[in-house]
């Protein structure tokens, strides 16, 4: 079983552990006038209050197709939509593949085919989904966060993860240039991360999702421990200093994350 943090619950195991944004309130200070992104982001804010993720992905995309930079909290809001609407379809896709092959074994072939009808849609739901998100990040979200280091390492990481998930569920050999590209956006994020503080949260989030498509996708684990193991040998409490107690909080869950990961590998 996973153990709680002393400082607080850790995000949902999928797999292995990745960094999960903190939920948000549904709105904060009202003001007289709002424009045109402030509504889609409320209209968001609703969707995910009602737990319509799908919605709230949609709404995101709107303001994304507005221009202009995301706030921290916009961007937040884009990763948490778009990550809640593709969890339940790479549940439904692992579920529906180990029932496939339980019944094949047991010679249920008819059975096998309804798992595999449905699983082949849920993938096609998922590659929408990740089409989606990457194109608003290669197309909006990069190029206004030139400037921008940490926006820049954020946008990367996510760039890594939505290439991850489409690597998933993939045959090895129709995988090779989703990977690649993952592969790319995480050391790119990487190298623009060479401009963040020393142990900034964003740049801790990027090691720990990188090290798992290590792991999973390319099937590197020793990669993926030396990544985890570096990062938790140089890390000193020192770099905590001068950050706001949610980005420590967030820091400390990163590294255990890091760790567990670590354990689960070096047991494997």
Same mark, same amino acid.
């Given at each position: 079983?996973?153990?709680?943090?002393?400082?607080?619950?850790?995000?949902?195991?999928?797999?292995?552990?990745?960094?999960?944004?903190?939920?948000?309130?549904?709105?904060?200070?009202?003001?007289?006038?709002?424009?045109?992104?402030?509504?889609?982001?409320?209209?968001?804010?609703?969707?995910?209050?009602?737990? !319509?993720?799908?919605?709230?992905?949609?709404?995101? $995309?709107?303001?994304?197709?507005?221009?202009?930079?995301?706030?921290?909290?916009?961007?937040?809001?884009?990763?948490?939509?778009? $990550?809640?609407?593709?969890?339940? !379809?790479?549940?439904?896709?692992?579920?529906?593949?180990?029932?496939?092959?339980?019944?094949?074994?047991?010679?249920?072939?008819? +059975?096998?085919?309804?798992?595999?009808?449905?699983?082949? $849609?849920?993938?096609? +739901?998922? !590659?929408?989904?990740?089409?989606?998100?990457? %194109?608003?990040?290669? +197309?909006?979200?990069?190029?206004?966060?030139?400037?921008?280091?940490?926006?820049?390492?954020?946008?990367?990481?996510? %760039?890594? @993860?939505?290439? !991850?998930?489409?690597?998933?569920?993939? @045959?090895?050999?129709?995988?090779?240039?989703?990977?690649?590209?993952?592969?790319?956006?995480?050391?790119?994020?990487?190298?623009?991360?060479? $401009?963040?503080?020393?142990?900034?949260?964003?740049?801790?989030?990027?090691?720990?999702?990188?090290?798992?498509?290590?792991?999973?996708?390319?099937?590197?684990? +020793?990669?993926?421990?030396?990544?985890? %193991?570096?990062?938790?040998?140089?890390?000193?409490?020192?770099?905590?200093?001068?950050?706001?107690?949610?980005?420590?909080?967030?820091?400390?869950?990163?590294? %255990?994350?890091?760790?567990?990961?670590?354990?689960?590998?070096?047991?494997?």
């Amino acid at each position: 079983a996973q153990a709680a943090s002393p400082l607080g619950h850790p995000p949902k195991r999928l797999g292995l552990h990745c960094a999960s944004p903190p939920p948000r309130p549904i709105c904060g200070e009202m003001v007289a006038a709002m424009t045109p992104q402030d509504e889609v982001v409320l209209m968001a804010r609703i969707a995910e209050a009602a737990g !319509r993720y799908e919605d709230m992905a949609d709404f995101m $995309k709107e303001r994304v197709d507005m221009g202009g930079p995301l706030s921290q909290d916009e961007r937040e809001m884009f990763s948490a939509a778009f $990550k809640s609407a593709m969890t339940s !379809r790479r549940s439904a896709v692992r579920v529906a593949r180990s029932i496939n092959l339980a019944k094949e074994q047991e010679g249920r072939q008819e +059975q096998a085919g309804l798992a595999t009808n449905y699983m082949t $849609k849920m993938e096609a +739901q998922l !590659r929408e989904i990740c089409g989606k998100a990457l %194109q608003c990040i290669e +197309q909006h979200l990069l190029p206004s966060a030139a400037q921008e280091p940490d926006a820049q390492v954020y946008y990367l990481k996510m %760039q890594g @993860d939505y290439y !991850r998930y489409l690597s998933e569920n993939l @045959d090895p050999s129709a995988r090779a240039g989703t990977a690649e590209k993952a592969k790319e956006a995480y050391s790119n994020g990487l190298t623009e991360a060479s $401009k963040l503080r020393a142990g900034h949260p964003t740049y801790l989030g990027l090691v720990l999702n990188f090290s798992v498509f290590l792991h999973e996708v390319m099937g590197d684990t +020793q990669g993926a421990i030396d990544m985890a %193991q570096q990062v938790l040998n140089s890390f000193t409490e020192d770099k905590l200093a001068g950050l706001d107690i949610t980005q420590q909080e967030e820091v400390v869950q990163t590294l %255990q994350l890091l760790q567990q990961n670590l354990t689960l590998w070096g047991s494997a």
